[in-house]
């Protein structure tokens, strides 16, 4: 784009169009700027097919997030003990002493990488991940996938062979929705990419569909739904076992997939029936044997879990059950049901290989490494505990675990012990600031966007890319560069090597294994060629060229930039026979790993419940820790209080706080009494407890960090997982 000499800020001067960078939705949006390149408004595009014209309030303060002047123009390096602003040069510089000083002296181990949840909505973070990783050499790889997701991944990766075959809601044409722990209509949704999922929901009901929501609280999902039912946090495989047990008692199971292990099964669920489910979890046996056959009679239907279904002591076992109950129930891999979409770009996430795992294990816990990662939960204690391979310095990208992982606090502890720690990230946050060089990213008007993993999740096939809005200023590096540089530096080829030689080096790697692939369109091709026909203004645009054009629909750059309101690639088509790489060649309903972890629910069954548990809330207009920040987003409900039953505030005898404290740590929380969350629940958000860096507006709304009384102790183990739902606490009357 470009801007006029005019300044007439205030006056819109040029439209753009670009994708949302904030949530799942991928929402289109349509951006006017003034002749300085200040945002004047932004506004849903209406001619993006996915999303035509849908926004949210998160969407429509973009403008004022970009431009938020707290976010930090220029690297900063710490200098006697200070952060003070610094050049690239020298950022660099300082980046390369760093991280070779700690190599040289300790191995390549004691440097861990950190990936947080914005790498997996920013191309940089995407396609410079597994350069990063490789060149760095070391076996600590971390990422949010262990405090969010990882029990999705293990349980499809033991399913279908493939850790990333995960099946989306086919929203649009489904009858019935069973959602198990995850609130769409104010989180949009997560793993399950759909702008406007609020409004889809609606359809669903609309023509007649039914929707079913099982979850501690009355959510706005909950409430909008035709019945909701309250859980006991931590114990949806209790009720999803009833389920199983249900369909495969009464003959209800239709398996139309190829699969292993459904005796197996039945012989695992005889003892979860409704009547124990309903001892554990408090749902009625009545009700869970009526979904149950309501699932099997429905003419499709989809289950689906996330956060409430994830973050919890049986995550995988969780997310297991509902792949499960969609195969028993004819429905995964069909219009209507659950199913898997078709990237426009070339799936190079996917290796076609079974799943493997623990090939390595953290060194003090001794837990597996999964996706090449080791769990964030174990992240504290592998920098506090000296002897060999102890972790000295972190790379972290796009993360702050001090507000976001299991108790943040002694994270907080462990970042201030480390010999070096170079952060990529826009804010100076409780994170960051034990940073020893913070390397800031442009303005998001200034990033070009492409979401390569959210369009492995969307509920169509569908594309989208947006160039940059507006230029870089000389002093501003982009953050491929950035991460490009890094690559370099942690490879040995110094902070001045060609960053475009990563590019090239991707490139090359796909080309050539396009070329020798067996029925590939340029099997033997020569890739000299083949390179000379890639387009791209600069290297993430051209990797994304040629990932497009070896990608199933043939697609290239200019055919995106072309279309900038996105292109609809038509809805999802059965692909599971495709993605199968199990060993065995077909479905393992009753994979051993997973299986084994039924040991340890029998055992939360016969364990006293806890008087009072702990659960997170997600705000429509906020998002993790990182937009507190912007003034148009904080207030109304967007408040760090602690939701509670009438019932037991008055229990626990509370006035307007409350000390709430957990076998980690305790906390004092504004007392919030809501009669939409069960007794024996209450609910802290994520995210709050802005005490540290540079954030003005986030500090005059400081709240506080629930994860200081989330136990790091404790993991979903077959993922390693963190476990943020469910957590035991006490309640009590606070004390001035
Ligand atoms: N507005 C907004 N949107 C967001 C985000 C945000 O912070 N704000 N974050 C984004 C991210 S990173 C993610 S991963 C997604 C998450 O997307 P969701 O998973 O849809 O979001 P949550 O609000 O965490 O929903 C989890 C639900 O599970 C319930 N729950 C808690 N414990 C249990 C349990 O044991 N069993 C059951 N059945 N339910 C339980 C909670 O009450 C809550 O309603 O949202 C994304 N979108
Ligand atoms: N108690 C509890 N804890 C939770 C959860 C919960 O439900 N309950 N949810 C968990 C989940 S699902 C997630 S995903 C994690 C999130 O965990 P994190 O990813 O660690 O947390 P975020 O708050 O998303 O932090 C993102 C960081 O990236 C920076 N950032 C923003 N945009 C960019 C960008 O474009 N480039 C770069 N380089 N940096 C950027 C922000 O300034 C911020 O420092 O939190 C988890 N923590
Ligand atoms: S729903 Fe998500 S993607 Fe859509 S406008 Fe809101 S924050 Fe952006
Ligand atoms: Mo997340």
């Known amino acids: 784009m470009a801007v006029a000499d005019a300044h007439n800020p205030g006056v819109p001067m040029t439209t753009a169009h670009r994708t949302c960078p904030i949530c799942d939705a991928v929402c289109g949006l349509r951006i006017d700027l003034d002749s300085t390149g200040a945002v004047t408004s932004v ?66 181990d004691a440097v861990a990488v950190f990936f947080g949840n ?120 209790f009720l999803l076992l009833g389920i199983v047990h249900t369909l495969l008692a009464e003959n209800l199971a239709t398996v139309t997939v190829e699969a292993n292990g459904l005796d ?9 029936s409704p009547e124990a489910a309903e001892r554990v979890c408090g749902v009625p046996a009545e009700a869970i044997a009526r979904l149950a056959r309501e699932l099997a009679e429905a003419p499709t239907a989809a289950v689906y879990s996330r956060m409430g279904g994830s973050v919890v002591e049986f995550g995988t076992l969780t997310q297991w059950l509902v792949d499960v109950i969609n195969i028993l129930t004819g429905n995964l891999d069909r219009p209507g049901g659950t199913m898997f979409t078709r990237t426009a770009a070339l799936e190079v996430f996917r290796t076609g290989q079974p799943f493997e795992w623990g090939r390595w294990r953290s060194r003090v816990r001794g837990l597996p490494e999964i996706l090449g990662e080791l769990p964030t939960a174990t992240l504290a204690e592998e920098i506090e505990t000296p002897g060999e391979g102890q972790i000295r310095a972190l790379v972290n990208i796009a993360a702050n675990q001090v507000l976001a992982a299991p108790n943040g606090p002694r994270l907080d502890k462990a970042f201030g012990q480390l010999d070096f720690m170079v952060c990529v990230d826009p804010y100076l946050n409780e994170t960051t600031r034990h940073a020893d060089v913070i390397l800031p990213p442009p303005r998001i008007m200034q990033m070009p966007h492409y979401d390569f993993l959210l369009q492995i999740v969307t509920v169509r096939n569908y ?34 090597a060609d960053p475009s030689g990563v590019d090239e080096m991707f490139i090359g790697q796909i080309l050539q294994g396009a070329t020798q692939m067996p029925g590939s369109p340029v099997e033997g091709a020569d890739v000299a060629e083949l390179r000379a026909t890639i387009e791209g203004d600069d290297g993430p645009e051209r990797v994304l060229d040629t990932m497009l054009r070896f990608g199933p629909y043939g697609l290239s750059l200019a055919t995106l930039k072309a279309n900038p309101h996105g292109i609809d690639l038509g809805p999802l088509e059965p692909r599971l026979k495709e ?13 051993p790993p997973i299986v084994e972890d039924l040991a ?25 820790s990182w937009l507190h920040n912007v003034p148009s987003l904080q207030g109304g409900s967007n408040r760090c209080t602690m939701h509670i039953n009438p019932v037991d505030v008055a229990r626990f005898g509370l006035g307007e706080q409350a000390v709430v404290r957990s076998a980690v740590s305790e906390l004092v929380v504004e007392v919030e009494p809501n009669d939409a969350i069960m007794p024996g629940v209450v609910s802290i958000p994520h995210g709050w407890g802005h005490t540290g860096g540079r954030q003005r507006v986030a500090a005059e709304h400081a709240g506080v960090n629930a994860n200081a009384l989330t136990d790091e102790s404790v993991v979903d183990v077959p993922s390693g997982n963190a476990v943020f739902n469910g957590v035991p606490v006490t309640v009590s009357p606070y004390q001035a």
């Open 43 to 108: 506004h849903g595009d209406q001619e993006d097919p996915f999303s035509k014209g849908y926004i949210c309030p998160k969407g429509a303060s973009l403008g004022r997030l970009d431009e938020d002047p707290d976010r930090l123009r220029t690297p900063l390096v710490r200098e006697n003990g200070e952060l003070r602003e610094a050049t690239w040069d020298e950022a660099f510089q300082a980046v390369e002493r760093g991280l070779t000083g700690v190599i040289e002296a300790h191995g390549r």
């Open 118 to 237: 914005p790498t997996y909505h920013t191309m940089a973070g995407f396609l410079y991940r597994m350069p990063l990783i490789q060149s760095l050499g070391s076996s600590n790889v971390y990422s949010s996938g262990t405090i969010d997701h990882m029990p999705k991944h293990v349980a499809c990766g033991h399913l279908y062979g493939d850790p990333f075959a995960i099946a989306v809601p086919d929203v649009d044409r489904t009858d019935y929705m069973l959602i198990v722990g995850a609130n769409p209509m104010e989180s949009h949704g997560s793993l399950f990419a759909a702008p406007n999922l609020p409004g889809r929901l609606k359809a669903l009901r609309r023509r007649g569909g039914k929707v079913v929501v099982v979850d501690p609280r009355r959510t706005r999902t909950a409430a909008f739904a035709d019945e909701h039912h309250f859980v006991r946090p931590g114990t949806d495989p």
């Open 264 to 272: 197996e099964l039945r012989e695992l669920t005889r003892e979860f």
């Open 463 to 496: 594309t989208r890319f947006s160039p940059a809005v507006l230029p870089l200023e000389p002093d501003q590096r982009s953050e491929a560069e950035i991460m490009a540089r890094l690559t370099l530096i942690a490879a040995g080829a110094g902070a001045g």
């Open 579 to 591: 993605l199968l790489c199990t060993p065995s060649g077909r479905v393992e309903l009753a994979p």
């Open 600 to 624: 340890r629910l029998r055992a939360r069954a016969a364990a006293p419940t806890p008087d009072v548990v702990l659960i997170g809330r997600r705000q429509l207009r906020s998002n993790n």
